[in-house]
């Protein structure tokens, strides 16, 4: 039994997110910034109607930022009842992969990826990554800046 | 001058009147209109048309629109003849009626749009005028003998017209009967809620309600007033009686076979009263009318209430702090929240209307398409009881307009091209409502039409033929897409769905989706917030980004002067600027929301908005002020992008958020300090 999963890249390091959880993926435009919210959020966009909040994966993964190109994609997911997009430089693949080929990260990838990285698959020549979407996003509220 | 300053005071209260009368008048004349076309006649529906033409008579003749009065004149005279001769009108008098509504109904608009009603246009008055002399030849031939069949006293059949006597006699059908039931009000009834105007309503959801007689004169229990409903009904003699609060309620038959020899028994025909009941207390059924504005500022009140209840829990939470005793006064505190979100709940409940009132204007819509189009169609409404925010209701209307006009223009085939599918020649365009759950209602709009083609639809586009029911939607939905050539009167050249969206999914937040069967049909399932947040908003721009604030948070707008702005030592790029002899102190907004960090200090903006935060006055300066509108509010749920001095988000018409700003509790949350941006990008620098 595999599991459908959507790729996507950043900073040239391909991550997958299972495709279940993904409503869909947008072109990015620009995002309307919140002042005040938190460094990696890079603003709202509206998808269908819905304002959402866009979370820049490099500002997240502590990475360079670039500059927006033609490729970079929001990808829109759902976590429980909140919708959050994340932006990433491109996305433009599914792929399908059995559970029994994610296997724990290593623990040199834990480290440098801030725990962002629930899982790893080696598939043919490639390393793909599972990402812990609440984590990326952010489990906790805000933290005490915010709470003023 | 007096006389215009009047109308003005009577404007907006004459064009709600108006407009409900053309409500009204519309459904009546529809109502009549069916049933002339079987053949009967609706002495009801006359009288009631009747009457709102002649209220809109009245109204017209007090604002002084002489073309009002003139045309609701003649159909005034048209219909009193109607009415006197039992409600029947010929057939072809329904359509210079219906021109009649609609000539008035655009006079009534143009009021409202602030412009002088136009002249009468010419014909219109003397069609209407030719129809009252035809009323008036065929009036006398119409038989009004129906009295001697109604077992009625005399001194009661003398106060019913001949309309009425008709209607009772001719009202008998199948398992319809036409029965008297007599009240007897009494205070012991009173108590128990029981009086005539309960017992009005309860039979009227039991028959039609013919006529209402009281009749003064000794009563059982002591009493000195009996009231005799005339009622034309399905209901048993038993449920009659409950309705009326049961015994010494009493009902009997009214119109007897001609065999049976049946004298009313019982009451002997007491002195009448000289007055029949006002026709207010029908009319009225416990509903007020009142202007939408009023509801808001209750509102906004409300609002500065909440505010004020959250300084004193400030204020407990410090006593509690300095080691007072406050454990009752928070107990209080606890119950005034509960005590204000209860009554918030009601106040939005005020401006709740429900759909089916919302809907009222589509069967005249679908009658004039299937004029217009030559299509059979029929209009089924599905409406549950379901209610809808006021402002909800205004924008879902347009939209709804535009998918049955669609469904019959686009998807509903010709009589001859049904028959020839094997589909009945009428089509049926459905509107319903599938309930309502988190704050949602589903409605669905569907047709048995022809169905979408996807490949001609695909073709036009010049895309790939799409592969899901939202891809296709997507397609329908690209501004300016049509699937004719041509444009035509009723849905001009693009089908309208990109409007539909707009309204649907950007403007109320709400989701549209499609279902197609081909050659079976097509429907359209809408998904819309019960209510939205309106807000009056003052739109500007800082730093390239709009945004918009409300306009009651606003207490002034200046120019900056920066000449005149003092900067004193020390305040850490605070300006001072004077206004009305005090010093205001000029915060800049770019600075604030951390979009011009390194900016120099000049850059204050061109206008300033002046803020009261905290009691003190503080100016916010801006780049440009780009207007004032009223803006539909999004709340901001997401605990990542819900911060201080951010009320929400708005959508301006580019399908990009823009922010609503609370710049008093924005200054206060980030007064002074850099913003949290800067002190991150600070921070990382002194890291690296």
């Given at each position: ?148 | ?82 009415d006197r001769a039992g409600g029947r009108l010929p057939q072809a008098s329904v359509e210079p009626l219906m021109e009649g509504l609609r000539e008035i109904e655009q006079r009534v608009r143009q009021l409202a749009a602030g412009k002088s009603a136009a002249p009468v246009p010419a014909g219109l008055l003397a069609r209407l005028e030719a129809l009252e002399v035809a009323g008036a030849a065929g009036g006398g031939g119409v038989a009004t003998g129906g009295a001697a069949a109604l077992a009625l006293e005399e001194a009661l059949a003398s106060r019913l017209s001949p309309a009425e ?524």
């Amino acid at each position: 039994m595999t599991v459908l999963h959507v790729v996507f890249k950043v900073a040239g390091a391909e991550y997958v997110l299972p495709a279940a959880d993904v409503l869909q993926m947008e072109s990015f435009t620009g995002a309307t910034p919140v002042p005040g919210a938190a460094p990696h959020v890079a603003g709202l966009v509206q998808v269908r109607g819905r304002v959402i909040p866009v979370v820049d994966a490099r500002a997240r993964f502590g990475l360079p930022p670039v500059e927006r190109s033609l490729d970079s994609r929001v990808v829109v997911a759902q976590l429980g009842a909140r919708v959050v997009g994340l932006l990433v430089d491109s996305a433009r693949e599914v792929l399908k992969l059995d559970p029994q080929q994610l296997k724990p990260p290593p623990s040199l990838v834990v480290e440098g990826a801030h725990g962002f990285v629930k899982a790893v698959a080696q598939v043919g020549p490639r390393l793909v990554m599972l990402i812990d979407f609440p984590r990326v996003i952010g489990e906790e509220t805000l933290d005490g800046d915010g709470q003023r | 001058m007096s006389a215009s300053v009047d109308l003005a005071d009577f404007l907006p209260a004459y064009l709600a009147e108006a407009e409900e009368l053309l409500g009204t008048g519309h459904r009546q004349l529809l109502a009549m209109e069916v049933s002339l076309r079987r053949g009967v006649a609706h002495p009801r529906a006359v009288r009631e048309l009747f009457r709102a033409v002649h209220t809109l008579k009245g109204l017209s003749a007090m604002v002084d629109v002489e073309p009002i009065v003139d045309i609701a004149h003649w159909m005034e005279t048209c219909l009193r003849n109607a009415d006197r001769a039992g409600g029947r009108l010929p057939q072809a008098s329904v359509e210079p009626l219906m021109e009649g509504l609609r000539e008035i109904e655009q006079r009534v608009r143009q009021l409202a749009a602030g412009k002088s009603a136009a002249p009468v246009p010419a014909g219109l008055l003397a069609r209407l005028e030719a129809l009252e002399v035809a009323g008036a030849a065929g009036g006398g031939g119409v038989a009004t003998g129906g009295a001697a069949a109604l077992a009625l006293e005399e001194a009661l059949a003398s106060r019913l017209s001949p309309a009425e006597r008709e209607q009772l006699t001719t009202g008998v059908t199948g398992a319809r009967r036409a029965v008297r039931l007599d009240f007897i009000p009494g205070a012991d009834r009173a108590a128990s809620g029981t009086t005539i105007n309960t017992v009005r309503e309860r039979v009227a959801s039991l028959g039609e309600t013919v006529k209402v007689l009281p009749l003064s004169g000794p009563t059982v229990g002591g009493g000195s007033l009996t009231f005799v409903l005339l009622v034309l009904t399905e209901a048993s003699d038993a449920e009659l009686q409950e309705a009326a609060g049961g015994p010494p309620a009493s009902v009997r038959p009214l119109v007897v076979p001609a065999t049976a020899e049946a004298p009313a028994p019982g009451l002997e025909a007491p002195g009448v009263l000289e007055e029949e009941e006002p026709e207010e207390s029908r009319r009225s059924g416990g509903t007020l009318r009142v202007e939408v504005s009023r509801l808001d500022e209750a509102l906004e009140r409300l609002a500065a209430l909440v505010v004020n209840r959250s300084r004193l829990s400030r204020a407990v939470a410090a006593l509690t702090a300095a080691g007072a005793p406050t454990r009752e006064l928070n107990a209080i505190l606890q119950e005034n929240a509960r005590q204000l979100r209860d009554m918030r709940t009601a106040i939005l409940r005020l401006r709740m209307v429900r759909v089916g009132d919302v809907l009222e204007r589509l069967p005249l819509l679908v009658r004039g398409l299937r004029r217009s189009t030559g299509k059979a169609v029929r209009l089924a409404l599905d409406v549950g009881d379901e209610e809808l925010d006021k402002a909800v209701a205004d924008r879902l209307l347009p939209a709804l307009v535009h998918l049955v006009r669609n469904a019959v223009d686009h998807a509903l085939e010709l009589p001859e091209a049904r028959r020839a599918l094997g589909k009945p020649d009428e089509g049926v365009v459905r509107v319903a409502t599938h309930g309502r759950a988190g704050g949602l209602l589903d409605l669905t709009v569907s047709d048995d039409g022809r169905g979408v083609d996807a490949q001609a639809v695909a073709a036009r586009a010049r895309v790939p033929m799409p592969a899901t029911p939202d891809a296709l939607l997507e397609l329908l939905c690209r501004p300016g897409f049509s699937t004719r050539d041509a444009a035509n009167a009723t849905s001009g050249r693009g089908m309208g769905m990109d409007i539909v969206r707009r309204i649907i999914v950007e403007q109320l937040g709400g989701e549209l989706a499609l279902e197609t069967r081909p050659g079976a049909g097509t429907t359209f399932r809408l998904r819309v917030p019960l209510t939205i947040t309106l807000l009056d908003a003052l739109v500007f721009e800082c730093a390239g980004l709009r945004y918009a604030v409300a306009v009651g948070s606003v207490e002034e707008l200046i120019e900056v002067d920066a000449a005149r702005l003092a900067r004193p030592a020390g305040a850490g790029g605070l300006c001072l600027l004077e206004r009305r002899g005090s010093a205001v102190p000029l915060v800049s907004l770019a600075r604030l929301l951390g979009l011009a960090p390194g900016a120099a200090q000049d850059a204050m903006g061109a206008k300033a908005l002046l803020v009261r935060q905290r009691g003190e006055l503080v100016a916010f300066g801006v780049d440009r002020l780009v207007g004032q509108q009223e803006i539909v509010l999004r709340p901001l749920e997401d605990p990542l992008v819900r911060v201080p001095g951010v009320v929400g988000a708005t959508d301006l018409g580019d399908g990009q958020p823009t922010l609503v700003l609370d710049l008093a509790a924005l200054g206060l949350a980030r007064g002074g300090k850099p913003s949290r941006r800067e002190a991150s990008a600070k921070a990382e620098r002194y890291l690296s």
